[in-house]
């Protein structure tokens, strides 16, 4: 039995690089682990956090103090405590991944550039893109477009599902906010819901006719 349209690819025979047909869905060939760790990577850094930080020992002056008693004893100074710094790092202008995102022209070279990306950088800049975080209403709407994209390419389906789970959680109340985006919104909906139910139903079919074969008397 041929395949049918919308089979999946295994990323062996691909590579993750090309895809065979244009309506097969293909996937990226990069580990699991690392899109997965991309969705639940505040819940990974909420675990992996320690209970206390760590103190290192303080070190004792060159020369001792004591107090002026009948019975001398030592003063120890105690160290002032450090502000804690932001998690978030401070950005300066527009990052490497905004320039790109602002200037692309083809989907697939940014989807190559954000495959080289580390998982935390992924996610900060994608933090990053509303005006409510220091980014603007172009960066969302550029990411946005190219979600569309992915989507319509069916490459790299596996990070584009992923993309998009980490892009709305962060800018979902941007995204309600703006009535300008919500016809996109509509649009990725639309293929996501189409591209799922499609890949659903073949699944399906494969179950159904592995079982068939199992019990099929030889």
């Known amino acids: 039995r041929e395949s049918s349209a919308q089979a999946v690819v295994s990323t062996q025979s691909t590579g993750g690089l090309e895809q065979i047909q244009e309506d097969l869905v293909t996937l990226s060939g990069i580990p699991r682990a690392k ?9 990974i850094k909420k675990r992996n956090k320690p209970k206390a ?3 290192a020992p303080k070190a004792a002056p060159f020369f001792l103090q ?7 004893k030592f003063v120890v100074e105690e160290k002032e405590k450090e502000e ?3 998690t978030k790092p401070l950005r ?6 905004q320039t790109q995102l602002l200037q692309y022209e083809d989907a697939r070279a940014l989807l190559k550039y954000m495959k080289d990306m580390a998982t935390p950088t992924i996610d900060l800049e994608l933090q990053s893109l509303s005006p409510m975080d220091g980014g603007s209403h172009d960066l969302v709407m550029r990411f946005l477009e190219f979600l569309i994209t992915a989507h319509t390419l069916k490459t790299s389906f596996d990070l584009a599902q992923a ?8 800018n979902r109340r ?3 906010e703006e009535g300008s985006l919500r016809e996109k919104l509509s649009t990725l909906r639309d293929l996501h819901k189409d591209q799922w139910t499609k890949l659903q139903r073949k699944c399906q079919e494969v179950v159904c006719v592995t079982n068939f074969l199992k019990n099929v008397a030889l």
């Open 35 to 43: 899109w997965t760790a991309l969705c639940y990577l505040d819940i």
């Open 53 to 55: 930080p760590p103190t």
């Open 66 to 72: 004591t107090t002026k008693e009948l019975v001398p």
């Open 84 to 86: 804690e710094r932001s």
């Open 92 to 97: 300066v202008g527009e990052s490497d991944f």
């Open 163 to 170: 993309y998009t789970n980490v892009f709305l959680k962060y």
């Open 174 to 176: 941007y995204l309600m």
